[in-house]
């Protein structure tokens, strides 16, 4: 069965820092999504992407976050300057449908940041 | 936009025992409604999803689900659990023309031997 695959699985960077999370979505799908979530708490929507550009995005999604496909299978999420409370797992997760449709998300299996 | 309640964080079960895990929605338009489940350091897995049509759907793993408009709920049930139910389970809302999934804070689901 088809699978996003989400890289690293794990890792820790000092505050500051900047972090880039990288992801493979479903080869056929055309609507991408970050999400996050914090240790103990709701998963949270971060932004979607269609066509090339942010589609929708959360409160969360300020300045220090972008997203990009850089090539015909990468989305990937930059964390421009990391603060301790950016720490938590990330999902990405990829549909066929998106708004107009019923639309249903295959996620990743996440991954972890740390932030010292 | 829609919030998603989960009413129960912890649910202890004795393994082949029944269980419900409940979730409540509220939603200004037409919502799609889901179950993900979360295994111990892995992803989210889909478990069933209501579209539309008949209001009881079954997903992965004997669970299965009722949508009850009038109540605004989307009850998960299993008839007999097994240990390796033990997991997170994510009740999550989506409406017409949203790009956004919004999630319950989950049920954390404990089967005792």
């Known amino acids: 069965e088809p699978e996003v695959t989400q890289t690293p699985s794990h890792q820790v960077t000092q505050m500051g820092q900047e972090v880039i999370l990288r992801c493979v979505p479903i080869?056929?799908?055309?609507?991408f999504y970050w999400y996050r979530q914090i240790l103990g708490q709701k998963v949270e929507f971060l932004v979607s992407f269609y066509n090339n550009e942010i589609s929708e995005k959360s409160e969360i999604f300020d300045d220090q976050f972008s997203v990009e496909r850089p090539d015909g299978s990468n989305f990937t999420l930059k964390i421009r300057s990391t603060k301790l409370e950016d720490s938590a797992m990330y999902f990405c997760?990829?549909?066929?449908?998106?708004?107009?449709?019923?639309?249903?998300?295959?996620f990743g299996a996440g991954s972890r940041l740390t932030v010292l | 936009a829609q919030s998603v309640t989960q009413l129960d964080s912890q649910v202890p079960v004795f393994e082949e025992a029944p269980v419900e895990l409940r979730c409540n929605y509220s939603s200004s338009v037409s919502v799609y409604l889901f179950w993900y489940v979360q295994y111990p350091n892995q992803g989210l897995q889909l478990l069933l999803k209501y579209l539309s049509g008949s209001t009881l759907v079954k997903g992965i793993n004997g669970f299965e689900a009722e949508f009850n408009k009038s109540q605004t709920s989307f009850h998960l049930r299993k008839p007999s659990v097994h240990i390796s139910d033990t997991a997170e389970y994510f009740c999550?809302?989506?409406?017409?023309?949203?790009?956004?999934?919004?999630f319950g804070k989950g049920t954390k689901l404990s089967v005792i031997p």
């Open positions: 080869s056929n799908h055309l609507y």
């Open positions: 997760a990829s549909s066929s449908t998106g708004p107009s449709g019923a639309n249903v998300l295959t």
């Open positions: 999550a809302a989506s409406g017409a023309g949203s790009y956004q999934l919004t």
